[in-house]
């Protein structure tokens, strides 16, 4: 992280850089911030443009362009009704979002959290922590909390159990999810001293985030099977990126492999129209035929769904093929994935079980 690759004479050293990046970080007090690992700035080309990963790293002219859509906040983190403190997102009922720092290994061109990453916000301030904890002791409805930012795994150990043990300490939150790319991107962060203070935390969830077979390396298969082995159940987020990854072959190796590593497929995010990042961004009709394309052929199990994340805070929408052909009273008319044509007839006899109170209540509270 100390020798991370952050000015232009950084990049220059390792990349020959082409006109349209140079016109990047020409334009950069207008742009996101950039910086990479050697270890990740390793995994690319420092002469191809074309190159998958370089193109997740180095700014681009094409930042600069309007676009078609352009949203500093898409996903309406800065909304009053979502925003619940000045560190906690809660848009959805049973989870909220803790941003636990605005640091990150790298900065990702197509980062949906640009109004807060790489602000010079750094980590939580414990007053900060204390007024989320707070929120959602009043809150019961909140069993999981995400530690997101930023990435949370550019904190040290001991702040992060800090932070870890005054949410755990609530009554009702039953699980964490730590979000982070490093794995990805310095992979020598996973290491034992890690992975032992997750597992005294348990259950952790880990939620990855790979886009590419390329970036898949023994360092990354390495810190992945060490969280697995220690009881870490690791989920992969993927975001298709125009050029990048938007291609049934790519995304499917990609499954495969994690798989092979115990890592589940989660989720295929459609890129959310953060700033400057039109040129990244593929249309909602290409990534379904990428998710129409690997149906059927990929198990269930290397299967990621298909998100896209509805602007101005609108929350997740699940998009899949669509293979019903009619509908008819009860009957439902489906042709599937390999052209099979069949009907089903729904039965006309409901009859709903009996709810106990307490599950009743666990549902409505």
């Not at 949203?71 to 619940?84: F, I, Q, T, Y």
């Not at 939150?173 to 348990?202: A, Q, Y």
């Not at 125009?242 to 989660?266: E, F, M, T």
């Not at 593929?282 to 052929?297: C, F, P, V």
């Amino acid at each position: 992280m100390r020798h991370s690759l952050k000015t232009k004479d950084d990049f220059s050293s390792y990349y020959k850089l082409s006109n349209t990046e140079v016109l990047g970080f020409a334009g950069l007090e207008n742009l996101f911030r950039v910086q990479t690992t050697p270890y990740y700035a390793s995994l690319s080309s420092a002469s191809d443009t074309t190159n998958a990963v370089r193109k997740m790293i180095l700014p681009q002219q094409a930042e600069l362009d309007s676009g078609a859509q352009q949203m500093l906040d898409p996903l309406g983190e800065n909304k009053a009704s979502n925003r619940a403190t000045s560190r906690l997102i809660h848009r959805y009922t049973d989870r909220a979002l803790f941003l636990a720092t605005d640091l990150c290994g790298i900065y990702c061109r197509y980062c949906t959290r640009k109004h807060f990453t790489a602000s010079d916000q750094v980590l939580a301030t414990d007053p900060q922590i204390e007024q989320a904890v707070n929120y959602v002791k009043a809150h019961p409805e909140i069993k999981e909390i995400i530690f997101s930012g930023g990435d949370p795994l550019t904190i040290g150990n001991s702040k992060l159990a800090k932070m870890l043990s005054a949410f755990y300490d609530i009554d009702h939150v039953e699980l964490i999810r730590i979000g982070s790319r490093m794995p990805t991107v310095n992979p020598f962060r996973i290491d034992d001293e890690l992975v032992t203070l997750l597992k005294s935390f348990k259950p952790v969830y880990f939620m990855s985030h790979f886009n590419h077979p390329d970036e898949l390396t023994r360092d990354s298969a390495m810190a992945l099977e060490k969280l697995v082995d220690n009881g870490v159940p690791v989920f992969n987020q993927l975001v298709l990126l125009n050029g990048i990854n938007n291609d049934a072959a790519l995304i499917y190796a990609l499954s495969r492999r994690l798989l092979y590593l115990r890592v589940k497929p989660h989720y295929m995010f459609q890129a959310d129209p953060s700033m400057g990042t039109d040129h990244l961004r593929t249309s909602i009709e290409e990534s379904l035929q990428i998710q129409r394309q690997l149906w059927g052929h990929a198990s269930g199990l290397a299967m990621p769904r298909f998100i896209v994340d509805i602007p101005e805070g609108g929350g997740k929408a699940a998009l899949v093929p669509d293979y019903v052909t009619q509908r008819s009273g009860s009957k439902w008319s489906f042709k599937g994935w390999d052209g099979v044509e069949a009907d089903y007839i729904s039965p006309r006899q409901p009859q709903k079980p009996v709810v106990e109170d307490r599950y009743r209540q666990e549902w409505l509270r």
